[in-house]
């Protein structure tokens, strides 16, 4: 599976996350090994507008074994392209990984292709964000071992809106 271009103009397709969100994950263990053990974990994400609205970044904060992991994505908008490319980094690795690239189609989803590695090797990933409205999204991410004839889920991450009376200040909950 490939990102086409799209000739309508998707500069605001991510402006449905701005804000507050926590996010329920559900991550699968071990990754293109026929693995269906799942385990799942809390996040919470704060969102707000780049470059004029034509870009975006996030923080994501979780509780990995009782130490504060810390994930930022960079999405930026190519007018040219017609495109978005969505970069992520974590405090786990401080490595970026490749950007996946893609666009939100008349129907309301977004699909992202890019290549990422699992076990060593390289692979095609994929992210689809779905279920999108003013109180909900859904992103999942899933991996091809042989060029996208076969893709396995590996990761769903299901965002409810925090109101912002409530919001917090990035990070506020693991300041000691």
């Known amino acids: 599976m490939v990102a086409t271009v799209s000739n309508r103009d998707g500069r605001h397709d991510f402006h449905f ?9 559900s991550r699968l263990k071990e990754r293109l090994v026929g693995s269906t053990e799942w385990e799942q974990f809390s996040a919470t994400t704060w969102i707000r507008p780049l470059l004029g609205g034509a870009g975006q970044i996030e923080e994501m904060t979780w509780d990995a074994n009782g130490q ?20 992520w980094v974590d405090s786990g690795s401080g490595r970026l990984f490749p950007p996946m690239v893609g666009s939100f189609g008349v129907n309301g989803v977004g699909i992202f292709v890019g290549m990422d590695m699992c076990s060593g090797k390289s692979v095609l990933s994929r992210f689809v964000w779905s279920g999108i409205s003013e109180t909900t999204a859904r992103w999942e991410q899933a991996f091809s071992g042989d060029g996208g004839v076969t893709w396995e889920t590996n990761w769903v991450m299901e965002f409810v809106r ?9 990070g506020a909950e693991f300041l000691a």
């Open 68 to 87: 504060a992991a810390y994930g930022v994505t960079l999405r930026v908008w190519d007018p040219e392209t017609n495109q978005w490319s969505l970069h």
């Open 162 to 170: 925090v109101p912002s009376s409530e919001s917090l200040v990035p």
């Open 17 to 25: 996350l701005h804000g507050t969100w926590n996010v329920a994950n």
